[in-house]
Every structure is written in structure tokens, then in C-alpha cells.
């Protein structure tokens, strides 16, 4: 059966892909970004996820045509790179702004409907690295890790509607993320070590997973009837580290993830 779907961040990359392989299925989709994006397979509607006012008139404009939305997938994010000591507090905000809470005001426009017609599913598109504090990464991950805790408490307030909500932290996805993300000032101290992080990191971006891998695995979650409030997609190497996480002692963690990251 058709669906209605609204995708932030569809501009490119991830939201990209998802927008046109759910639209080639049949499914009405709205694509929200900054930019108008041309596709013979989702309406694409200009939206800064970040102002409030811009997103009401998204879903109104959508409510026109339409008389449910079945599922809103919060892809729209950005990456931000550099040592803690050296982040600006207006990138930190910058960050926030768009991770979290244009995020949660998103879901916040989609749910008076979803709750009127007593079903819903609301895919929060999360990291591998909000499970963990990563090397230089240190606000991207907190950034997500905030919106998987709102993602846990809202899976109680809203299951009485029948309305599910999960995270997908997806591990490095290959798009052009390293040209979007923000990128701080890099203090002497950190210099050396950072210049070996930052190429590694980009290294494993260009090998990383498909974009349509991930519209395809989301297409097996929206099968699913009960969701659990985490699933976790990417290569294994990426994914082993989260039940790492869970078992190891800290410090053998960290001493695993220096050497991941070449940083020993």
C-alpha cells in the first residue's frame, strides 16, 4: 500500500537516495531541504529544518494534497569536526540547532496527525558514533546521543497512538558529508594527531556504504510491525564497536579505539 513520506536533508546524499527509491516504489514523498531539488520521484518542498515557521508551512502545503502522513524520516544533519577545546560555542550551537532541534520540530509538526489517525512511524537517522565519544568528533556524537535520548523518552509518550519511534545510527555512508560538515580551528597542540584522524576519517567516508543500502534496509524496517528503539546498519568493522562498548573495561575501549583511529 502507498505511503506518504516526508524525508528531511533530501537534497543529496542519504535523503537523496531514500526520496527517489521510495517514490520509484509507488509511495507519495516529500523531500525537505534548503534547496528546491528537481525529481520525477518526490516533491520537493524548500524547508531550513531549523525555522520553525518554515516547517508548519512544509506540512501544511503537504496537508493539502494529502489526508495522512505514514512516516517522517529525520535524515537532515551535519557533521562538525575538531578538537573540544578549540569548538566555537556558535558552531556548537549551529550544530544543535539543526541535529537536535530541527529534529525534534519536526516530529513535533508531524505528530498532531499521526495522533489523529492513530498510527505513525518516525525514523530518527542517527550515528554509530553517538554510542561513543569519537577522537575530534566529540560534538557530533553529542549531538546525536541527544537526539537518541529524545528518541527513547518520546517512545513512551507517543505508543499510546500507535505511533513508533526509533534511532538508526548508520555507520560511514558513502556521500559527501566531508564537504558539509563544519570545521574548527585547529590549535598547535592538536595539530599532528588530528591531521591523522581527519584523513582516516575521510578515508573510511569514501569507502563507505551505499546510499541505496540504507534506503533498502529502511524499507525492511518499515516492514516491520514492532520496532526496537535502536538498529545499527554499516560495516562490521563500525558496528563491532558498540557492544564493545558494552562489555570491554573502558580503558581497554579507548586503548582499542586509539588504535582504530591510528592515534597510538
Not at 560555542?89 to 520540530?105: H, P, R, S
Not at 556524537?141 to 534511532?167: F, G, Q
Request: proline content about 3%; overall charge positive; aromatic content about 10%.
Amino acid at each position: 500500500m502507498s505511503k506518504v513520506i516526508i524525508i528531511t536533508g533530501a537534497s543529496s546524499g542519504i535523503g537523496f537516495a531514500l526520496a527517489e527509491y521510495f517514490g520509484k516504489k509507488g509511495n507519495k514523498v516529500y523531500g525537505l531541504s534548503r534547496k528546491v531539488v528537481n525529481s520525477d520521484y518526490f516533491v520537493s518542498i524548500p524547508t531550513d529544518i531549523t525555522e520553525k515557521d518554515q516547517i508548519d508551512n512544509a506540512i501544511s502545503e503537504i496537508l493539502k494534497t494529502e489526508n495522512r502522513i505514514d512516516v517522517l524520516i529525520n535524515n537532515a544533519g551535519m557533521g562538525m569536526v575538531g578538537a573540544v577545546e578549540d569548538s566555537a560555542k556558535e558552531d556548537i550551537t549551529k550544530l544543535f540547532n539543526l541535529n537536535l532541534i530541527g529534529a525534534v520540530q519536526m516530529m513535533t509538526a508531524v505528530l498532531p496527525k499521526m495522533r489523529e489517525q492513530k498510527s505513525g512511524k518516525i525514523i530518527n537517522v542517527s550515528s554509530i558514533g553517538s554510542e561513543m565519544g569519537l577522537p575530534f568528533r566529540g560534538f557530533y556524537s553529542a549531538s546525536k546521543s541527544a537526539l537518541d535520548k529524545v528518541t527513547e523518552a518520546m517512545r513512551y509518550e507517543v505508543y499510546p497512538w500507535n505511533i513508533h519511534v526509533c534511532s538508526l545510527h548508520l555507520g560511514d555512508i558513502k556521500t559527501n558529508i566531508a564537504e558539509n560538515r563544519v570545521k574548527t580551528k585547529v590549535s598547535e597542540p592538536y595539530k599532528n594527531v588530528f591531521d591523522k584522524v581527519y584523513a582516516l576519517m575521510n578515508s573510511h567516508v569514501g569507502d563507505g556504504t551505499e546510499p541505496l543500502d540504507v534506503a533498502v534496509y529502511v524499507e525492511q524496517l518499515l516492514g516491520k510491525s514492532k520496532w526496537k528503539a535502536h538498529y545499527y546498519f554499516g560495516k562490521f568493522g563500525q558496528k563491532i564497536g558498540v557492544p564493545l562498548k558494552w562489555i570491554l573495561p573502558q580503558n581497554t575501549y579507548e586503548n582499542l579505539m586509539k588504535k582504530y583511529n591510528k592515534m597510538d
